[in-house]
């Protein structure tokens, strides 16, 4: 005869470990162990892409400030150059990362959106009155539409009475 174990049955001594607990411990476990492997492997391939891209002087300064957390007076000092000078090479590289052939791998190997659309899209959006640019239009059309049905109507009666002087 077998025994039937439901989720809620104890499998701890003290009653205080029941095996649904178990199990959800398992699937956290998974799920924390592939979001480590995704993480991994995302940041892989962006170093990849940042090395096929940049001069390797770019690539060091770039990875010396982004991984190893320097400053750039540290890696300034480290180089016997100027922190200007490391400005200048670390925007170059990431300038690189930005155009052609880079900028398409990075936007095809990674959810990134423009900064450009987006802070158009606020821009837009704040000066029309916190309205989405399709919303403002739309309401736009409809101010215009009742402005153009009024002067019609003015339009109409001066021509009324002009014809009753008539």
Known sequence: MRSVISLDTPIAEDNSLTLADTLQADLRLEDDTIDK????????ELW?????????RENHIIREIFINNRTMAAVAREQ???IDRIRQIKEKGLRRLWIGKAK???????DIVEAGAYRNSMNKFN??????????IALRRAELQAEYE?????????????????
């Open 37 to 44: 492997i995704y993480a991994e492997h995302s940041k892989n």
């Open 48 to 56: 990849g892409i940042v090395e096929r891209f940049t001069s390797d």
């Open 80 to 82: 016997g150059i100027t």
């Open 104 to 110: 398409r791998e990075l936007l095809d190997k990674f």
């Open 127 to 136: 000066e029309h009155g916190f309205t989405s640019t399709v919303e403002y």
């Open 150 to 166: 009024k002067h019609k109507r003015q339009i109409e009666i001066m021509h009324e009475q002009r014809k009753k002087c008539l």
